[in-house]
């Protein structure tokens, strides 16, 4: 038990993100990911897209970047971008109803979760969690946040380019589950809280990154996101 002359044995630095035309820093608390939520990337991938409840996991906080460069991860031949529309939750409870969702929303961004693609194979195979496929430093490279009263999401394009060649492009509207839907389902299982990033699934489109290439990912006409892989 910690009494009064505890102290830190070692500082940590909290994961921020900037906010769109303010000077707030939005601290992250969680990440969480959706699995397969647009139809053509289910197929893509050899999966069934008959709308089954949503499946999710995480990646440590620090994964996030903000960075112009990012290092090509080791122990992978394999690296694929998956860029996807971020929520960033302002609040959060349990046992949310998709009618209260929306009121926990603080603003949303535009990112990509990196994958060892090689590695997440290995790991389905084995029956093994994905986390060094997924959860690896620098893995999760987002944009500003932009606070929900001043996007929508309503026909909203999300998209990723390498070198200036569109690889994904979809809309919101195509998500099996919409955000307010996976809010409430993964309320069930977590107690959210202000902090929270859900990314919410990527569409169709994926595919392998190099050292030397160039991404840009776009959510709507105000988020975008650019940073180059290097060696």
């Known amino acids: 038990m910690a009494s009064n002359t505890s102290k830190h044995l070692f500082t940590k630095t909290p994961t921020l993100i900037d906010v769109v035309d303010t000077s707030d820093l939005f601290c992250v608390h969680r990440i969480y990911c959706v699995g397969q939520n647009y139809r053509k990337h289910v197929l893509e991938m050899g999966g069934d897209p008959d709308r089954e409840s949503p499946f999710f996991f995480s990646k440590p906080a620090d994964s996030i970047s903000r960075q112009p460069q990012i290092k090509y991860p080791s122990l992978t031949n394999n690296l694929h971008h998956e860029v996807e529309c971020v929520v960033a939750l302002g609040s959060g409870g349990r046992d949310i109803t998709t009618d209260e969702a929306n009121a926990h929303i ?76 996976l809010i409430s389902e993964l309320s069930r299982y977590y107690e959210l809280q202000a902090g929270d990033l859900i990314f919410t699934g990527t569409p169709d489109g994926v595919g392998q990154v190099l050292p030397g290439d160039v991404i840009e990912c776009q959510l709507g006409k105000q988020l975008h996101h650019q940073f180059e892989m290097i060696a």
């Open 106 to 181: 603080f603003g949303y961004a535009v990112g990509v979760d990196l994958t060892r693609r090689d590695l997440q194979a290995e790991a389905k195979t084995k029956g093994r969690p994905w986390d060094v496929a997924k959860g690896f430093d620098q893995s999760a490279p987002i944009s500003s946040i932009i606070k929900a009263k001043s996007f929508t999401t309503s026909i909203c394009q999300i998209s990723l380019s390498v070198n200036n060649e569109t690889r994904q492009q979809g809309y919101l509207e195509q998500m099996i589950w919409n955000i307010p839907e």
